[in-house]
Every structure is written in C-alpha cells, then in structure tokens.
C-alpha cells in the first residue's frame, strides 16, 4: 500500500478537516478513529479498513484513539478537473490578446 497520503493522528491529537465543494471518502488504515460530523446527530467510530463519506460541504472532526491513521480520497472527476490544462483561446495570426 502506497501510503504517500496517510495522516497519522497520536494519542489525544485531533484534526478538523474543512468543508469541501465535492464528497469525499474517508479510508482508516489503522488503529481505530473517532469522527464527528458538522450537521451530523451522533458520532461514528471506524476501525481500520472501514470508511466514511463525507458530504459535499460538510466537516468533519477526527481523532485516534489511542492513535489512528488514515486516508481522505477526492472523487476521480474532482481529481481529473484539476489536472486538466486550462484551455486557451486561438486568435487569429496578428491579432493580440485582449
């Protein structure tokens, strides 16, 4: 497993992670994570290898217990919109952009 984007969570360390225009999931790829969700009514435990959507625009709040660590996967198409080149505008040989 390439874990390039892991985040590691010690003991008793928590981390809120921001709201997002597009859903993404939340992977734990060890020890057990406690997570709370902005708009949510109650709190969720996952252990490793369970996940979690989070809704577009939604928060959320995590923390290992005792230590956690885990994954935060973009949908493919926010990935893709991001890699893609800006397209430019052909003008016609001699004429200047405005």
């Not at 992977?27 to 809704?55: A, I």
């Not at 885990?70 to 890699?83: G, K, N």
Request: proline share 6%; net charge positive; aromatic share 6%.
């Amino acid at each position: 497993m390439n874990d390039a984007f892991t985040t590691r969570l010690a003991p008793g360390q928590a981390l809120t992670l921001a709201a997002a225009r597009a859903p993404r999931r939340l992977v734990v790829t060890g020890g057990q994570l406690w997570l709370t969700v902005s708009g949510g009514t109650h709190d969720h435990w996952l252990r490793s290898g369970e996940g979690f959507t989070l809704q577009a625009r939604q928060a959320a709040v995590v923390e290992g217990w005792p230590e956690a660590a885990f994954q935060l996967l973009q949908p493919a198409a926010a990935v893709q919109r991001r890699e893609t080149p800006a397209v430019s505008q052909r003008l016609p040989l001699g004429q200047a952009a405005a």
